[in-house]
């Protein structure tokens, strides 16, 4: 079979990543978190004290770190000059954080393009999940998916995360980055125009899991 190439796309707190990983899974596909990536680089500029808030800085040094990406659904890996950091990209300074850097046209770039030769060399196919790989990453992608839900539902999940954070402060961050996320220029969060919108507010995981998994058999 041809590989399959699916794109998820949508704002923080949806169920982007389990629904993504749990799809590549069922169906023997690879996977790529495309934010663990963002995040990444953001961990790097933080620890190389890089001023998050001048551009100009964070492109000079956007091709420095090397980042590499393990896209087994199973347990995806993310490492940057060899040191594994998927537990720092997960701190509350690199995630305040990662929305300045991520807006970088030259951080885009070079991440973009990591982002195309994984997505090339997965033989049966990959499942990415993002901000804008349907519109500007993967246009061609055989499949699209927007996943879309309520500003509480998404806070109430993201605090459930993080173990009993508090909702509200968990709603305002989510919103504020969901805002600089889809506000930017280049490449912004967006929903592709033939991209399959799914609101997951009264779905469980494993109703978007199925949901996700039946439209891309559709496309096979
Ligand atoms: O998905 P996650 O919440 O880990 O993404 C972290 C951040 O990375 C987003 O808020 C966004 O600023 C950036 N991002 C992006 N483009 C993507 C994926 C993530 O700009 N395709």
Do not use: H
């Amino acid at each position: 079979a041809q590989p399959v190439i699916v794109a998820i796309d949508g704002p923080s707190g949806t169920g982007k990543s389990s629904t993504s990983k749990a799809v590549a899974a069922q169906l023997g596909l690879s996977y790529l978190d495309t934010g663990a990536q963002y995040r990444a680089i953001t961990w790097w500029m933080v620890n190389n004290e890089i001023d998050i808030e001048d551009p100009t800085a964070i492109a000079a040094v956007a091709g420095k770190p090397e980042i590499v990406s393990g896209t087994d659904p199973a347990g995806p890996t993310i490492t940057v000059d060899g040191t594994d950091v998927a537990g720092p990209i997960r701190t509350q300074e690199v995630t305040s954080q990662v929305s300045a850097v991520s807006a970088v046209p030259e951080v885009r770039a070079r991440i973009t393009e990591l982002q195309r030769s994984l997505a090339a060399a997965a033989e049966k196919g990959i499942v990415v999940e993002g901000r804008d790989i349907g519109t500007t990453v993967l246009p061609d992608a055989d499949l699209k998916i927007f996943l879309t839900a309520s500003a509480e539902a998404r806070a109430a999940r993201r605090s459930g995360e993080l173990k009993g954070a508090d909702v509200q402060a968990t709603r305002e961050a989510l919103v504020k980055r969901d805002a600089a996320d889809s506000s930017r220029k280049t490449s912004p969060l967006a929903k592709a125009d033939d991209a399959v919108e799914v609101d997951t507010t009264e779905l469980s995981l494993a109703q978007v899991i199925e949901c996700v998994v039946t439209l891309v058999e559709e496309k096979r």
